[in-house]
């Protein structure tokens, strides 16, 4: 059975204010404009649309939160928007496509998902998908299912009575289409984020960028912080008594933010701390094919899962890497052998000082390097890719029509 199909995105702000700032002469139509910004191939790309496309379905995608977008939509549809500019223009949309199935690719709230659909009956299928630690279940409430890329959420999921699914992450393979060819002039690079939850990570790069040629780029231009992290704990602790918070009528948002301002004062005491001299050797972070790019001319890039991954392999980083054809040095997971195989495809580690290990004998063993790079491409484009996923979420959503 076909069906009409649209994924609803949130990018990064930081992702957004990137690619206006590189891309200034963009088309005047709508269509056209999102086209550009899709074939950047940041998060997902389209690979949703296209590949749901080939099955037969009429596929959309929306890029929610980006206002210049957005609002050249409003303009060319002659729908008219105020303050709550993001949610108007959201709804009109899907009125004018009526959807089936909204994959819904952000975080959003209840109340937020019922007033935007609420005219449109067309829609029989909401989904989304979650890729780190759950602090209130209440917000999968709209859901027919959920999508994951932690083995473990699925079990917690289904425990609260929420169908669950888990799907890997993949490569889309036209970013190969897209990136030039290989300069491999840089030995070892990291790009990603730095905030308090990648509290390993952070370790891992401190350690690495004093004693290895590890070139980093990050967002981190202030050290993640102790108020960070308690906002973290209360919300984690505030999700596991709603009843109590109801009982009480305490507004949520208003015990955080309080807890949050009276906790500034300890703001100078960083969780991880880079020494200024790392700091200034970081490079301003990159997004889609300029991300793809340096990942493709390193020779060696670094992944350090985020802490909610636990004992699991599961973020796109692992095939990102792959997927371009470099080598990939990651985390020795429980489960990493049924992605790829250590040593032949890629190069694992269990410790800091095992990464600089690998590291270093991998540079003085380039013809090394290279096999393991072109093995490990070899499997991602064979059994990792964005079709492959989306193929069997597309079997997931005929369970459901």
């Known amino acids: 059975m076909n069906y009409k199909f649209v994924k609803v995105s949130k990018f990064y702000p930081s992702y957004l204010n990137y690619f206006y700032d590189n891309n200034s002469n963009l088309p005047v139509d709508y269509n056209e404009h999102l086209q550009v910004l899709l074939d950047d191939c940041f998060a997902y790309g389209d690979a949703f649309s296209r590949h749901l496309s080939k099955l037969g379905?009429?596929?959309?995608?929306i890029i929610y939160n980006d206002k210049i977008l957005q609002k050249k939509w409003a303009n060319q549809n002659n729908v008219s928007y105020f303050k709550d500019w993001k949610n108007i223009i959201l709804s009109k949309q899907l009125e004018k496509i009526e959807p089936d199935v909204i994959f819904?690719?952000?975080?959003?709230?209840?109340?937020s998902i019922q007033n935007i659909i609420k005219n449109i009956s067309s829609v029989k299928i909401n989904f989304t998908q979650i890729g780190v630690s759950i602090y209130d279940w209440r917000k999968f409430e709209p859901f027919d299912f959920v999508i994951t890329c932690l083995k473990y959420q699925v079990e917690k999921l289904k425990k609260k009575n929420i169908d669950a699914f888990f799907i890997r992450h993949g490569f889309n393979k036209k970013v190969l289409d897209k990136i030039?060819?290989?300069t491999s002039d840089i030995d070892f690079s990291f790009v990603g984020s730095l905030h308090w939850h990648h509290k390993k990570r952070a370790e891992y790069i401190k350690f690495l960028s004093e004693y290895s040629p590890l070139k980093t780029w990050t967002n981190n231009s202030v050290n993640p912080n102790i108020v960070d992290y308690l906002k973290?704990?209360?919300?984690?602790?505030?999700?596991?008594?709603p009843d109590i918070i109801k009982a009480l009528d305490i507004n949520r948002n208003k015990l955080i933010n309080r807890i949050i301002n009276i906790s500034t004062k300890w703001d100078k005491y960083n969780l991880i701390s880079f020494p200024q001299q790392i700091i200034n050797k970081f490079q301003k972070p990159l997004y889609g094919i300029d991300m793809f790019q340096v990942l493709q001319n390193s020779k060696i890039s670094l992944n350090v899962h985020v802490d909610d991954a636990k004992k699991f392999a599961a973020?796109?980083?692992m095939y990102e890497v792959t997927g371009v054809g470099t080598c990939l040095l990651t985390e020795r997971k429980k489960d990493i052998k049924e992605y790829f195989t250590p040593g032949?495809?890629?190069v694992t580690y269990k410790s800091k000082e095992e990464a600089l290990e690998k590291v270093k004998y991998l540079l003085e063993n380039e013809k090394k390097i290279e096999q393991i790079a072109k093995r490990g491409q070899e499997r991602?484009?064979?059994e990792h890719t964005l079709e492959k996923r989306i193929k069997k979420i597309n079997t997931i959503i005929q369970r459901y029509l």
């Open 57 to 61: 379905n009429n596929t959309h995608e």
């Open 104 to 111: 819904w690719n952000m975080n959003v709230g209840n109340e």
């Open 180 to 182: 030039e060819s290989s």
């Open 232 to 241: 973290y704990i209360i919300k984690k602790s505030l999700a596991n008594i």
């Open 315 to 317: 973020n796109i980083r």
């Open 344 to 346: 032949y495809e890629i």
């Open 380 to 382: 991602t484009l064979k």
